[in-house]
Nanobody, 117 residues
């Protein structure tokens, strides 16, 4: 496993932008695919985006496609999520996770994003 710590969340008005970061330590980062999930109040955790270890492949949920951009810097052991044109329905706790053989074996504690209309 690896220790993951998210940051960059906060309050923002609709239409604004935020950039989330997820720093990995105490484990391997650069050889694994990574992902972002989110969980809104009263809802189940949902997939947001994922990126291959080499950054050559990315995936997005339909709800964020075209507005969010996932990236990573393996030299810095850091995963990013650039969120633009934010909507109130993007309000949630955002988590990063490491993918390992078909499952996610490490999770961060989450960072709160609150989008006001």
């Amino acid at each position: 496993q690896v220790q993951l710590v998210e940051s960059g969340g906060g309050p923002v008005q609709a239409g604004g932008s935020l950039r989330l970061s997820c720093v990995a330590s105490r484990g391997t980062f650069d050889k694994y695919a990574m992902a972002w999930f989110r969980q809104a109040p009263g809802k189940e955790r949902e997939f947001v985006s994922a990126i291959a270890w080499s950054s050559n492949t990315t995936y997005y949920s339909d709800s964020v496609k075209g507005r969010f951009t996932i990236s990573r810097d393996n030299a810095k052991n850091t995963l990013y999520l650039q969120m633009d044109r934010l909507k109130p329905e993007d309000t949630a706790i955002y988590f990063c996770a490491r993918s390992n053989e078909g499952s996610y074996d490490s999770w961060g504690q989450g960072t709160q994003v609150t989008v006001s209309s």
